[in-house]
């Protein structure tokens, strides 16, 4: 267990609205990776964080902001929610010597009508 | 291009049964890190196993090994004597060198979904 929360764990919301997803952990690391998993894809990875107020984009960027202002916190915001944003919403951590190994948190599914 | 090739898109065994998952990857770099990660029905990803590209030797945990072959850029799983908990999907990964701050952001395969029945 890596102390790693996600919330909400699901969410349905309709097409246009935006949606925060939040990634909460204890243990004060310093990146922070959000990914998505969509069948026939793997995961993949969105956005990700090395330290508070340092963030960059990952492959599938766009339509995604996200923010950390904390080092326990790191949001991911879909500024206006497109039915290609459905997916599974998994939050990592990295640990170890040079941070190469990453922990995943539970994942949230959303689901957008 | 991807990455990582996993193409055994789902196996299926009987419980007892030795099966192997494949995977075979693709960098430039000499310094990378090889994952497997488990995902059962319940959905979350459980860590497996890391493998340094500096680190050749074999790794067994109890039911599972892994053969990890610079020759042919493979990193296969088998999970020897199948059992009904093992059915999952299986991702393998590779992380390379930090070149930037994304730290070590993985390349995931497409998964290969075990099925293992009794």
């Known amino acids: 267990d890596a102390g790693i929360t996600q919330s909400p764990r699901h969410k349905v919301t309709e097409t246009g609205t935006p949606v925060t997803l939040r990634c909460h952990q204890t243990?004060?690391?310093?990146?922070m990776y959000w990914y998505r998993q969509d069948p026939g894809h793997g995961l993949r990875l969105i956005h990700y964080?090395?330290?508070?107020?340092?963030?960059d984009k990952g492959e599938v960027s766009d339509g995604y902001s996200v923010s950390r202002s904390k080092t326990e916190d790191f949001l991911l915001t879909l500024e206006s929610a497109t039915s290609s944003q459905t997916s599974v919403y998994f939050c990592?951590?990295?640990?170890?010597?040079?941070?190469?190994?990453?922990?995943f948190g539970p994942g949230t599914r959303l689901l957008v009508l | 291009a991807q990455k990582v090739t996993q193409a055994q898109t789902e196996i299926s065994v009987v419980e007892k049964e030795d099966v192997t998952l494949d995977c075979v990857y693709e960098?430039?770099?000499?310094?990378?890190?090889l994952f497997w990660y488990k995902q059962p029905p319940s959905g979350e990803l459980v860590f497996l196993i890391r493998?340094?590209?500096?680190?050749?030797q074999n790794e067994i945990s109890g039911r599972y090994s892994w053969n990890f072959q610079k020759s042919t850029s493979s990193f296969n799983f088998t999970i020897t004597a199948s059992q009904v908990v093992d059915s999952a999907v299986y991702f393998c990964?590779?992380?390379?060198?930090?070149?930037?701050?994304?730290?070590?952001?993985?390349?995931f395969g497409k998964g290969t979904s075990l099925l293992v029945t009794p």
């Open positions: 960098t430039r770099d000499t310094t990378y890190y």
């Open positions: 964080s090395y330290g508070v107020k340092d963030t």
């Open positions: 990964a590779l992380s390379e060198a930090q070149v930037t701050n994304s730290g070590y952001a993985l390349n």
């Open positions: 243990e004060n690391h310093r990146y």
């Open positions: 990592a951590i990295s640990v170890g010597l040079i941070q190469e190994t990453q922990y």
């Open positions: 493998r340094n590209s500096f680190d050749e």
